[in-house]
């Protein structure tokens, strides 16, 4: 399975640490929505679902957490701990987010308006329009 990540370029100076997130340069999509996650209990397990056509850009500004990626064939483990680095999820990809510390925000870029329509949340069906689409 093919994770690809994005490698942020920091801009340090003496007084600290700037990222700059751009669309269409180092994010490839339109940004259409930035949302975050935070305070999430350490036993919660979230998302558990794929999306018909959103990509989005996922960054751990803070703090780690795992996400558990399976594109219908293959699945792998990832480890966001680092604020200079982006996980690409594409679109058909069923994603569990787990194992947050205290401490995590997860910013989320997303190239589309929030729509529960755009939700597949039934396992079975995700699979099935994961494989047809190969
Ligand atoms: P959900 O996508 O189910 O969270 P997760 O996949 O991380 O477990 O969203 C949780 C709640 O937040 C749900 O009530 C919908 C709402 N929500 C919005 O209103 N806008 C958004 O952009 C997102 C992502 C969620």
């Known amino acids: 399975m093919d994770v690809k990540h ?3 370029q920091m801009h340090g100076d003496a007084s600290g640490l700037l990222v700059a997130l751009e669309e269409n340069r180092n994010v490839p999509f339109d940004i259409k929505r ?14 558990l679902h794929a999306h018909r056509s959103l990509k989005q850009l996922a960054i751990a500004v803070r703090g780690s957490m795992k996400f558990h990626l399976d594109d219908g064939f293959e699945q792998k483990e990832v480890v966001l701990s680092d604020p200079a680095q982006g996980l690409l999820l594409d679109s058909l990809i069923w994603r569990k987010m787990y194992d947050f510390t205290e401490d995590c925000v997860l910013m989320v870029l997303a190239d589309q308006l929030y729509d529960p329509a755009d939700y597949i949340r039934d396992y079975a069906e995700f699979r099935r329009l994961a494989r047809e689409g190969r």
């Open 6 to 8: 994005i490698q942020l």
């Open 34 to 47: 930035v949302y975050y996650l935070l305070k999430t209990r350490s036993d919660a397990h979230r998302g």
